[in-house]
């Protein structure tokens, strides 16, 4: 008998050929792991400095919630392009 979905069946991690790395594709996955490291230090310090913007300005009557909040953004931004370097996205 035909089995209709032979065609569709996902392939295991056995079946797919096993097919080595270059030093160029290292070298580059390297790179964009050292890229996904700078962005996520530089999004956590953006973050860091826009918490001590907080606490430093809290009790004081300074307009500082633009300059907190495009902090807050910017460092969530470099946050999330660092994980998508060093995942690969």
Do not use: W
Not at 33 to 61: D, E, T, W, Y
């Amino acid at each position: 008998m035909h089995d209709e979905n032979a065609d569709f069946q996902a392939k295991s991690h056995s079946d797919l050929p096993n097919i080595p790395l270059t030093d160029i594709q290292r070298e580059k996955n390297r790179q964009l792991f050292q890229r996904g490291l700078k962005c996520l230090g530089a999004g956590v310090f953006l973050m860091a400095m826009s918490f001590g913007i907080n606490m430093l300005f809290s009790n004081s009557f300074q307009g500082f919630a633009i300059t907190m909040y495009t902090l807050t953004s910017l460092g969530a931004i470099l946050i999330l392009m660092g994980l998508g370097y060093i995942l690969g996205f």
